[in-house]
């Protein structure tokens, strides 16, 4: 269901001379930003925030498997990921107003990685046509299923021996938080997004995001969060500059 946009639309800068203040976050390494070659090509980057009290992340208990303390990291929930307010794991992409785009044949595997029991990134995104590699980086057995919703994504469901090698699955069709699950470890929780065309992104640990390359125009831009919803707003892109939109999510 879509919820209501709370969103603060700013200003478009010049891409000449622009510069971001360098960030502390660990880098995003879900889905580097859209970047496709054009003259006149803008971008549009923000901030997904949230607003109310963060509910808190349980810490998970994966003892029962050796193999999963392997690469000794902490095992939290992550449905709700704030840092200071910003939200991160956000599906960010033009919805409406650009043409649909097969991921150009060569283009390289996103890789979503098991990891001490863990799927990482807990959010991807792909443009349709484009491959997923599964990765086991762990000292056990993991399974791996995908539940699509959209008719022709696969649904796998398969297993990987511990640091064997990475199988990959091409995903054809746009979709939205795809769910991927492993029936070994229940907990395990990750989501796959297809995109419709190569402008997208994942918001990092701070909660941003960036989008280069995209063709002046209008457009609809859609945030979408696992467990709070969809987001959509219009956004005018000009040629060679960068639009300002942040999305607040509100508690529930």
Known sequence: MTLRPA???LFALPLAGCKQAPSSAAPDVSHPASSVSSPNAGGISGVVA???H???RVRLDVSADPGCNRANLPAFTEQIVVNGHHLAN???YLKSGAPDQTAPAGSPPVVLDQRGCRYIPHVVAVQQGGAVEFVNSDATVHNITTLPA???NPSVNFSELANSAPRSETFKHA??????RCSYHPWMSAFINVAPNPWFDVTSSDGAFHIAGIPPGVYTLAAVQEKL????????VAPRAVTKVNFTFPSR
Request: glycine letters at 10%; charged letters at 15%.
């Open 7 to 9: 969103f603060i639309l």
């Open 50 to 52: 949230f607003a109310g």
């Open 54 to 56: 963060a509910p808190e």
């Open 90 to 92: 956000v599906f960010v």
């Open 150 to 152: 959209q008719a022709g």
């Open 175 to 180: 979709e939205v938080m795809l769910p991927v």
């Open 229 to 236: 919803g969809e987001q959509d707003v219009q956004v005018t």
